[in-house]
């Protein structure tokens, strides 16, 4: 994850490694006995009027109560930017909230993903 840079906000982790669900009270997907859930990771870019209506606010708020980590910040070309990482589940909704609603003010046309990816994964016996 980047440092903090000039109008990025930095999501503070809000994930121990000994929980297995987010704040919704769903889990979240397991490999192997008792082992700490997948931890996936994208990038994103969301369109439409999503700067001058606290939009990296907005987002940053939303990832910390679902336990998402990561980054955001505003783009030259009026778009918002950010990499999140977090369980499936949290990542599920931080995807569809991107995609959908994000702050009150905001007109979202669409959110692009990319650079998915697994970044942790538990360690299994073999």
Request: glycine share 8%; aromatic share 8%.
């Amino acid at each position: 994850m980047p440092p903090k840079t000039d109008g990025a906000t930095v999501a503070k982790p809000v994930l121990s490694s000994n929980t297995s669900a987010v704040a919704d009270g769903h889990e979240s997907r397991k490999t192997g006995v008792g082992a700490a859930p997948a931890i996936q990771m994208f990038d994103f870019e969301v369109f439409g009027r999503v700067q001058h209506v606290s939009m990296r606010k907005y987002t940053k708020d939303f990832a910390d109560r679902v336990g998402v980590v990561g980054w955001v910040k505003n783009t030259e070309d009026e778009t918002v930017i950010g990499q999140a990482a977090g369980v499936e589940t949290a990542m599920v909704r931080f995807r569809k909230w991107l995609e959908t609603k994000g702050s009150p003010s905001a007109a979202i046309t669409r959110a692009e993903f990319s650079n998915e990816c697994i970044i942790a994964q538990a360690i299994q016996e073999v």
